[in-house]
């Protein structure tokens, strides 16, 4: 349903603006993609977190995380009911993390060295994961989005690094890591989903 709407809207956007290539369309059905589906499922998702004491928390995660998270892609569940409980677990789950964990400096830089490096691993090989209902398939744009997530998720550790609060650190630790465990293979084979560039690709072989 959502496929149909995004895709009759980015053919009425085209034809009000014929300068649209078919690159410029991908990437803005794409964004519509992520629009509409991710919308409803945040309402349902503060709602939830307003029930356990960590609305603020959960809606600064997914601020704080989203430039990454839309950069990078990830998996999708093949149901709705799977997509809002896997959003709401994401979300609310960094939040109870960041609010509850208390970590050492050391123990802290130690996690996100680790991190940087299995992060800058997993982008390398994976971002930006797509799926098979929004695959992206422009060498261009999935170029573009891998250096975003590289700006990303470098920065955000940094910020991690530095930072005073300890809120905002854990946030991006627990999140990023979250995040990034979402576009690797492991949790697509796990999930039942499939890179949709690579579908895509073998098709046209």
Excluded: W
């Amino acid at each position: 349903m959502i496929d149909k709407i995004t895709q009759s809207l980015t053919n009425k956007i085209r034809k009000e603006m014929p300068d649209v290539d078919d690159e410029r369309a991908e990437v803005i059905n794409y964004g519509l993609q992520i629009l509409l589906g991710e919308v409803p499922k945040i309402f349902i998702m503060l709602g939830i977190a307003y029930l356990l004491g960590v609305f603020k928390l959960s809606l600064l995660t997914f601020l704080i995380l989203l430039p990454y998270r839309g950069a990078s892609g990830g998996f999708h569940l093949k149901t709705h009911i799977g997509c809002i409980i896997s959003t709401c677990t994401f979300y609310c789950g960094v939040a109870l993390l960041a609010k509850n964990v208390v970590m050492e400096d050391i123990i802290k830089y130690i996690l996100i060295i680790i991190l940087g490096v299995f992060g800058v691993m997993m982008i390398k090989l994976y971002a930006p994961a797509d799926t098979e209902d929004v695959p992206i398939l422009s060498n261009k744009i999935r170029k573009q989005k891998q250096i975003v997530s590289y700006v990303f998720f470098i920065l955000g550790l940094l910020l991690a690094v530095f930072i005073k609060s300890s809120l905002i650190s854990n946030i991006l630790i627990f999140g990023y890591l979250g995040q990034t465990l979402m576009i690797t293979r492991l949790a697509y084979k796990l999930t039942n989903n499939k890179y949709g560039y690579e579908v895509y690709q073998n098709a046209s072989n």
